[in-house]
């Protein structure tokens, strides 16, 4: 006989001014990285990471009353917000009633899900940082930057040499 399974425990989350908070059973269902357009605009980012959960593991525990809904008709989809400080806290899909998504950042612990895969990968911005190598940059702790892959120059090479000797 085997026995009916239970959650590994609670992943607990909550929006930035803390007025709106929840918890999932873990482990979440899957996790993922939305490229679409529609998620930027929503998180105002390259990208919004994910983690989905069955509704039914799913709670709100605080701040109910604070949550305001945003319905795209053309692609049925649910968005929910803090109305206090407007973080994103739920994506909802019609064509997956049971399903609730919520954004990674809210979590202050694991999920029992990593990031897998990555949904509108066409739609992904050219400005968006796919994981070049980052070096310090001086003078600013704490900054690292993508160095440019530019030819340095040789010492005392003038780059206006060549316009001088045709004048």
Known sequence: MTKPTSPAGLAKGQCLCGKV????????????????AASRRAHGAAYATYVGSWRKRFRITK???????????????????????????????????HMVNI??????????????????????????????PLVPLKGFPGVVWQRSKKKRRSAGEDPFELAREEA
């Open 21 to 36: 908070a929840f918890e999932i059973d873990v482990p979440a269902r899957w996790a993922w990285h939305d490229h679409s």
């Open 103 to 132: 954004p990674r950042a809210l979590f202050s612990g694991r999920t029992g899900r990593q990031p897998l895969y990555h949904i509108a990968i066409e739609e992904l911005q050219e400005w968006a940082y796919t994981g070049e």
């Open 63 to 97: 701040g109910e009353g604070a949550i305001s809904r945003y319905e795209d008709k053309a692609t049925s989809t649910v968005r929910s917000f803090c109305t206090q400080c407007g973080t994103p806290l739920l994506y909802e899909r019609a064509r997956s009633p």
